[in-house]
């Protein structure tokens, strides 16, 4: 059973950073992808920035320039780098992942809270 736990959330001044931390039970080397998304109140769930296996990364338009996305194999644990932070970014962030074999099997962690007060 996968589990992915995430820390670092918390409430930030804008303009502020924060360093998300997602730990994975396992190794995270039999996962195709990771990525953390984000919910904030009353809109859809969205993916914030993504990196492959290969660390292949991908960003959503909103935060590319401010986050960083990494991964720590070793430590089997995923990242996000948040700088220049605003309002806009305050939501729920998740930390997802992706393994595909014969089946493709998907995980979420419990979501951590980042609120940006202006």
């Known amino acids: 059973q996968v589990q992915l736990v995430e820390s670092g959330g918390g409430l930030v001044q804008a303009g502020g950073s924060l360093r998300l931390s997602c730990v994975a039970s396992?190794?995270?080397?039999?996962?195709?992808?990771m990525a953390w998304y984000r919910q904030a109140p009353g809109k859809q769930r969205e993916l914030a920035a993504s990196?492959?296996?290969?660390?292949?990364?991908n960003y959503a338009d909103s935060v590319k320039g401010r986050f960083t996305i990494s991964r720590d194999n070793l430590k089997n644990t995923l990242y996000l780098e948040m700088n220049n932070l605003n309002a806009e970014d305050t939501a729920v962030y998740y930390c997802n992942a992706v393994r595909s074999d014969t089946f493709r099997y998907v995980y979420w962690g419990q979501g951590t809270q980042v609120t940006v007060s202006s």
């Open positions: 396992g190794s995270m080397f039999s996962f195709n992808a």
């Open positions: 990196i492959t296996r290969d660390g292949i990364t």
